[in-house]
């Protein structure tokens, strides 16, 4: 079992930066690939980014490519997402996400926990 609890959403203005965090208990935190994915009010949830277990490999949807960055901190079972040249439609709901030995899927279906989520709302 792995309990997940995102946190540094907020307000920020076009351009800005955040940085999410992304805690995970459970002693084998280094086993599990790590995602992230966005819900817009009205719009399915879809991926933004993964780091897999193991290599550290990390994907990006195209949209977000260039200016987020995923990272981890195995030592303190965290998973980053560092966000940069924000835009207004970044805005959304960020969920992290646990796919145990996943090599850095980009389907919902692959992630076996999910966190609570952070609100992120850019503004023009």
């Known amino acids: 079992q792995v309990q997940l609890a995102e946190s540094g959403g907020g307000l920020v203005q076009a351009g800005g930066s955040l940085r999410l965090s992304c805690a995970a208990s459970?002693?084998?935190?280094?086993?599990?690939?790590m995602g992230w994915f966005r819900q817009a009010p009205g719009k399915e949830r879809e991926f933004v980014g993964s780091?897999?277990?193991?290599?550290?490999?990390?994907y990006y949807a195209d949209s977000v490519k260039g200016r987020f960055t995923i990272s981890r901190d195995n030592a303190k079972n965290t998973v980053y997402l560092q966000m940069n040249s924000l835009k207004p439609e970044d805005t959304a709901v960020y969920y992290c996400?646990?796919?145990?030995?996943?090599?850095?899927?980009?389907?919902?279906?692959?992630?076996?926990?999910w966190g609570q989520g952070t609100q992120v709302t850019v503004s023009s």
């Open positions: 996400a646990a796919g145990f030995r996943s090599y850095g899927s980009s389907l919902l279906k692959d992630y076996h926990y």
């Open positions: 459970g002693r084998t935190f280094s086993s599990y690939g």
């Open positions: 780091i897999t277990w193991l290599t550290d490999n990390t």
